[in-house]
């Protein structure tokens, strides 16, 4: 058993931005934002394309994961990128992991679209399996989702024009 453990792996410290107006339908023209279902807004898309995931969201990274004994077993996130700092396939989970989360929210990109994105980002990092890691979640994301969706309980909403980004309620976890 795991001792003084987070529940996810790694935390977002500050908001990230990526350009999926590739993916948006051709009619795109709003300002839209997504919230779990504590009412925590976790992606906003503008209707030029960005879409922006707002700290301090939190993820497991690739998955499937499990910790055992202080030991966490499961999908690679690959070595560090010489420029981020960070597992070469961190900002495409975490892009991944959003809109993964938001697809049965009336999110405006397919679950196609956000592999599409995945492997986008895994090549722009240069992560070397990334055709092996699309190629799963082609297959097998269908499934994942179920068991992450049971895992951070998904229900989030969608908000049309959003105000200014509110303060998180006070319990944060996504």
Known sequence: MSQLSVKWIFILERDYTVDVKPYLPPDFSADIAFEDRHGNRWLEISKDGKATVLAPYAWDGCTPKYAVWDIVLGTPDGIPNVETKRPKAYYASLVHDVLYQFLDADLPISRAGADHIFLDLLSRDGFGPRWIYYAAVRVFGGGFRLFTG????????????????????????T
Not at 151 to 173: F, T, W
């Open 150 to 173: 049971w895992k951070r309980g998904y229900r989030g909403r969608k908000i049309i024009a959003p105000p200014a980004r509110p303060a998180l309620a006070k319990d944060n976890a």
